[in-house]
Structures are given as structure tokens and as C-alpha cells.
């Protein structure tokens, strides 16, 4: 209806609790870093939360428009804070907490956020993450360029046990490894502590009503090149593609306990954390930790602490647990799982066997989900028990998707092909812009081929119709003029039995104009020796073809990764080719691996 108005917060709460009647159904299970540590929300908790932190945004002066930067841990006032936001149609920007300082001052200053919501600091597995300390740091950046945050709101979480009862975290027990003693520092009239500020906030808000196409959130995609992109999402039709999606793809029934590992700083823990679920009434699992600490077995000891129905994770976690064997996974039950869901970079068909074969125990469809920060929801996707799956497949397109396999000249090609994905019509979910920059956002996504949303990806259409992604474009080599994707050469290193992971790049070849250089890790118990080269040779041989033969396989004890796992190929090709201009690093997750590689990299064909 032309001229309505909505908005996202009060569809996701004030409807679920007043017009569904779902208030004491509990929106999270939260379970901390340490498994004893764990509370839950219920939907009405929920609501009473956000209306009062509503007003604590709007006593600071946040208003519709406004853009407000969060820095927080993975508990449930992250989702309190982003909904209080939403609530007040003012911009949520949210800034993973494994990102730098140097990383939130960017993206603080580039969207001029006027508030930061951040937390003292919290524990992820064995480390512990003092983040008021990174925000400090970049509002003090912010400062230097002329940018002063006039508010900065701070979550007691480490040491909530010191506010006593009245919080409903500080309910859980005590953690029991010593609390160290945090020192934060205090900036007088721009730190606040968030339960200070609240204990004079009402419990009633009035959502403020947005149109449609009113801007929600700004997120920033992931910084493997160049700056990063403020993704913008908008109401209505992200809020639409979200409930939808979620619904299908996860078979959606109001008795399920829904568990997205992702967490809330990136698109998939927007979508399927928190706006997807709450739109729906689902009950979710919010996990603040790691799959390997205490042990490797915590995702399926979580699955079955809350009989988990429906798991979404991505490939790279599935890899790291397959590492380790079956035994972890199976000394749980996992009875209640019905629905496995995967996403974030292509799975190779070894990984989703085991997913499928070992975690599943055969009887759950596995979703492989294709979409991205811009397409704000699951565009390639089964629909479980509806869609005949293959391992590796995101298979056909969700409803109301239109996609193509474009050639080089822009052309679509029909029946089997390979080439670029692009989708022939807007859905939804789609982004709007990028924040501040339209035209980056146009010449991104609609320049390369006009009339058409350029994904990036590279993608195959085999004889039954299904999509497979390849990998993304800049991932694509030719050698001697045939197209190759890296990640079809990962996939077939990763069949053998000794490869926990590979990255492979292209490399500069005199005669073949490139060739394949990779790195691999190795699972426990394996050593690498020129007859493992070998094998992994003939393996690739024979998966693929000779042309594919690699020239270099290197032993990598570690691969450079962003923050959310991606693996940085842009890092590995010039590790390769001994170039030491590695360009902005800031997003390795852990530099140490690149000086590792550097001194052990492959100095002849072999
Ligand atoms: C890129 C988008 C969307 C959530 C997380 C990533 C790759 C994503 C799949 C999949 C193959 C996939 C693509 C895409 N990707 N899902 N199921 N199969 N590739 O969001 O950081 O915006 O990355 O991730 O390359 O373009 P993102």
C-alpha cells in the first residue's frame, strides 16, 4: 500500500508478544564462552529490554537517520542493542568484535556514526578480547581525524557478576576461570555504562514508523580488497526476504530450537541470528564462543544441551571439526537435528559428505546456501526434503530469484555452462546503495554487464540444472587458456586423506600463462613428503584432468585468514611469488602464518 508505514522492531517483538501471543516464549538460549555459563530471553523480556534501551538512545539524542556503531560480544543485549535501533529507524552499524580498532575507526568515521555501543571485554575460547580497550583506541583515532563520538555506551559483561541480580546475564553463575582484573579506562562525559543509563529508561517506546524503503542497517563487507563497503539494507523488503527465507529454507515449525553459529557482526547473523528467526517466533541458540574450546565436541555437546532441530554453519567449521575425527561428533547423540544448513564459501563435496554422512547420520538435508552481504538473504538454496541434493550444489534458485551464467561478452548462456553468475531481476533482500558512495555501489554491481546484478561469483549449470558455485571471479586462472576454478582444485586436494584444507592461487607460468600453486594443511598424524606431493598430483589428475596438474604444493601450517575464515588468496599469490608488498594486512586473523609460508615456499617446479 502506497504511503503505509512499518517497522522491523515492532514485527519481530510487539507483534510476536501482543498479536502471536508468544511473550514467554524464549527468544535465545544464550549459552557463554564457558559452558556453565548460560541464561535465557524470552520474547517479552526481549521487548521490555529494547523499549527501555530505546530511550536510552533517544535521551542521547539518537534519532530516524541517525548511525549508530556497535561493538559488542555475541550476548543477548547486542541483539537488544541492534533491535533499540531498528526500533528508533535510526541505522545500526555493526562492527564484528574480532575486528581492530583501526577497522572500527574506518567504518565509524565513513558512515559518521554519532554513538558506539561496546562491552569491557569477554572471552572467546582461551583468549581474552578487552575491547573497551580497542574502542578507546578508535574513538581516540576518530578524535585525531576531526571526528569526536559524543557517546560511547559500555556492557558490564565480564564482570557483570558486580551488579548483583538485577541483570538478567549476572543470573547466570559466576564464571568460574578468575575474572582478571580489566582495567578500563573512563572518558568522563562520553563513557556511560549501560546499566546505569537504563535503570532510568521507561519500558515503553513507541517505535518510530518508517516507509519501506527507509533505510535499517549499514554492514560492511568483508575487507579481503580494497575499502570496505557500507552495505545498505532497508526495511521492508529486507525484513520480508529474511521471514521468508528463514521460513522455507529451514522448514521453519514453531517448536524448533534454530542454532546459526555465525555471529551477529556479519550479514548472516543480521539475517538468521537475529531479524530471519524473531520474525518468525523462532527459539534460537546465541553462542558467544568457539567449536574448539573447551573441546572439539562443544557444537554437538550445545546441539544436545538444547536439542537443536535446525544447525546452520559454514564450511571452513566443518572442515576444522572433520580434522578430528568422527569421535567428537558422535559420542553425542544429535538426535533432534533435522535440517543442516551450510554457508559462506563453496563446500567441497568431501566436507558436505561428512557433514551429511557423520553429523547428520544421514538423516538431515543439508542447505547449501548461496547468497551475500548484498543479497541481504539465501538466493541459491534447496528447500529441505523438497530439493534432491548434490554434494556441493547450492542447487536452484530461491523463489522470485531469476539467475544467468553470462560469458565474458555478456551473453546468457542456456542448458549446461560455466561463467559469471548475475540475477536478471531485483528480489527483496536486495541492497540499495552503498552507504555514501551510490555510484560505487552502480558501477560494483551493474556496470561490468548492464541490466544485470554482477554477484562476483563464478558459477556452472550442469545438465540437470543445478548451480555450482566456482568461486569468486578474481579466484578463476587460466591455464594455458582453460578456465579454472581454485576452489574445484581445493575440493579435489581436499579428497585426500591427508589434506585438512587447501588454498590454491594462480601463479605466473612462462608457458602456460598461469599455473597452480597450493598450499595445504595437513590433518594430525600426517607428514608432508615428496610422495604425498605425488599422490596429490595424480589425485587432481584424475579428479579434474591434467591440465590442472599443479606445479607447486606447499606445506601450510596455517593459512592467512580474514576474521570471519575466508581464506586470503590476494596474500597466498604474492607468498607465492616471494613479493613482500603485501599490501593491508589489517584483516589477517592471525599474521604469524604469513612469515611461516614465506620461509617454506616451493623455489622449484616439482
Ligand atoms: C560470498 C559472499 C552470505 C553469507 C556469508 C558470506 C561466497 C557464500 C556460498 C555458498 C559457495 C558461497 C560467495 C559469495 N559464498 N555462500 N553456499 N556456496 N559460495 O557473505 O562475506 O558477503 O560473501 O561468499 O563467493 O559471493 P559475504
Known amino acids: 500500500m502506497k504511503g503505509a508505514t512499518t517497522n522491523i522492531c515492532y514485527n519481530v517483538l510487539d507483534r510476536i508478544v501482543h498479536e502471536k501471543k508468544l511473550g514467554d516464549k524464549i527468544a535465545f538460549y544464550w549459552e557463554g564462552n564457558e559452558p556453565e555459563e548460560t541464561t535465557q530471553i524470552t520474547y517479552h523480556e526481549l521487548l521490555v529490554q529494547v523499549c527501555q534501551f530505546s530511550n536510552v538512545l533517544r535521551k542521547q539524542g539518537i534519532r530516524k537517520g541517525d548511525r ?40 565509524i568515521l565513513d558512515a ?117 563497503k557500507g552495505v545498505v539494507h532497508t526495511v521492508g523488503g529486507y ?79 566443518i572442515r576444522l571439526l572433520m580434522k578430528f575425527g568422527d569421535k567428537p561428533v558422535t559420542k553425542h547423540s544429535r538426535a533432534s537435528l533435522q535440517v543442516l544448513g551450510t554457508v559462506g564459501e563453496p563446500i567441497n563435496p568431501e566436507a558436505w559428505l561428512w557433514y551429511h554422512q557423520v553429523v547428520g547420520a544421514q538423516r538431515c538435508p543439508i542447505v547449501d546456501t548461496f547468497w551475500q552481504t548484498e543479497t541481504g538473504g539465501h538466493m541459491l538454496t534447496p528447500l529441505p526434503g523438497a530439493t534432491p541434493m548434490k554434494p556441493g550444489s547450492a542447487t536452484f534458485p530461491f523463489f522470485g530469484v531469476a539467475p544467468a551464467i553470462l560469458n565474458e561478452s555478456g551473453e546468457e548462456l542456456e542448458g549446461e555452462a560455466e561463467g559469471y553468475l548475475v540475477f536478471k531481476q531485483p528480489w527483496p533482500g536486495i541492497m540499495r546503495t552503498v552507504y555514501g558512495n551510490h555510484e560505487r555501489f552502480e558501477t560494483t554491481y551493474f556496470k561490468k554487464f548492464p541490466g ?52 590454491v592461487v594462480s601463479h605466473p607460468h612462462p608457458v602456460k600463462g598461469e599455473c597452480l600453486y597450493c598450499f595445504v594443511t595437513l590433518c594430525d598424524g600426517y607428514t608432508f613428503s615428496s610422495t604425498l606431493t605425488e599422490e596429490l598430483k595424480k589425485q587432481i589428475r584424475e579428479k579434474i584432468g591434467p591440465i590442472a596438474t599443479p606445479d ?55
Open 452 to 503: 544485470y546484478y554482477v554477484t562476483g561469483d563464478g558459477c556452472r549449470r550442469d545438465q540437470d540444472g543445478y548451480y555450482w558455485i566456482t568461486g569468486r571471479i578474481d579466484d578463476m586462472l587460466n591455464v594455458s587458456g582453460h578456465l579454472l576454478s581454485t576452489a574445484e582444485v581445493e575440493s579435489a586436494l581436499v579428497e585426500h586423506k591427508a589434506i585438512a584444507e587447501a588454498a
Open 239 to 317: 525484513m520480508l526476504y529474511v521471514a521468508t527465507t528463514f521460513k522455507y529454507v529451514f522448514d521453519f515449525h514453531a517448536e524448533d530450537v534454530f542454532w546459526c553459529t555465525a555471529d551477529i557482526g556479519w550479514i548472516t547473523g543480521h539475517s538468521y541470528v537475529t531479524y530471519g528467526p524473531m520474525a518468525n517466533g523462532a527459539t534460537s541458540v546465541l553462542f558467544e564462543g568457539i567449536p574448539t574450546y573447551p573441546d572439539v565436541s562443544r557444537m554437538w555437546s550445545i546441539v544436545d544441551k538444547y536439542k537443536v532441530t535446525k544447525f546452520y554453519t559454514a564450511p571452513t567449521a
Open 112 to 228: 559518521s556514526c554519532s554513538l558506539l555501543i561496546t562491552a569491557d571485554a569477554f572471552y572467546r575460547g582461551e583468549k581474552l578480547v578487552k575491547l573497551k580497550e580497542l574502542a578507546d583506541e578508535a574513538l581516540e583515532k576518530c578524535r585525531e581525524k576531526g571526528f569526536p563520538v559524543r557517546c560511547c555506551i559500555v556492557v558490564k559483561h565480564l564482570r557483570r557478576t558486580e551488579l548483583g541480580t538485577g541483570d538478567s546475564l549476572s543470573q547466570s553463575p559466576p564464571i568460574k576461570r578468575p575474572c582478571p582484573d580489566v582495567q578500563i579506562s573512563w572518558n568522563e562525559g562520553v563513557d556511560f555504562w549501560w546499566h546505569e543509563l537504563i535503570h532510568e529508561a521507561g519500558d515503553e517506546c513507541e517505535p518510530e514508523w518508517c516507509d519501506a524503503e527507509d533505510p535499517l542497517f549499514i554492514l560492511y563487507t568483508s575487507g579481503s580488497t580494497g575499502k570496505p
Open 68 to 107: 549508530v556503531a556497535i561493538y559488542m560480544p555475541m550476548i543477548p543485549k547486542l541483539v537488544v542493542a541492534m533491535l533499540a535501533c531498528a526500533r528508533l529507524g535510526a541505522l545500526h552499524s555493526i562492527v564484528f568484535a574480532g575486528f581492530s580498532a583501526e577497522s572500527l575507526c574506518e567504518r
Open 552 to 606: 607447486y604444493i606447499q606445506n601450510a601450517p596455517g593459512l592467512p585468514k580474514t576474521r570471519s575464515g575466508k581464506i586470503m588468496r590476494r596474500v597466498l599469490r604474492k607468498i607465492a611469488q616471494n613479493d613482500h608488498d603485501l599490501g593491508d594486512i589489517s584483516t589477517v586473523a592471525d599474521p604469524s602464518v604469513i612469515s611461516q609460508l614465506f620461509s617454506h615456499r616451493c623455489l622449484t617446479v616439482q
